[in-house]
């Protein structure tokens, strides 16, 4: 079974930088990327960033453009989200997902997720 588990959230100040990991286990070939969403209090979910596993195709939401560097390592399976100058609107939970579709900025079509990791600006 696909498993992507989140990793290295935590606080950190205005301006700042956090790099935040996604470990997937079980990925079959079938599975096309990955993605990054992030939810704060409050608030919808948004989309932040997301990657085809052939790093051919990549994607950023309009809030983290130019501060987000989203990239893979397909040997160890995981994708990593990179994010400078960090904003107090930058807390929320990071959700990483796995999709089998094209579609890689749409929170519907990613078939498996994580259970987050917390990123928190202070001001």
């Known amino acids: 079974q696909v498993r992507p588990v989140e990793s290295g959230g935590g606080l950190v100040q205005t301006g700042g930088s956090v790099r935040l990991s996604c470990l997937v286990s079980g990925r079959t070939l079938s599975s096309h990327g990955v993605g990054w969403f992030r939810r704060a209090p409050g608030q919808a979910r948004e989309f932040v960033a997301a990657i085809s596993w052939s790093g051919g195709t990549r994607y950023y939401g309009d809030s983290v453009k130019g501060r987000a560097t989203i990239s893979s390592d397909n040997a160890e399976n995981t994708v990593y989200l990179q994010m400078d100058n960090l904003k107090p609107e930058d807390t929320a939970v990071y959700y990483c997902?796995?999709?089998?579709?094209?579609?890689?900025?749409?929170?519907?079509?990613?078939?498996?997720w994580g259970l987050g990791t917390q990123v928190t600006v202070s001001s």
């Open positions: 997902a796995v999709t089998e579709s094209l579609y890689l900025k749409s929170p519907g079509y990613y078939d498996y």
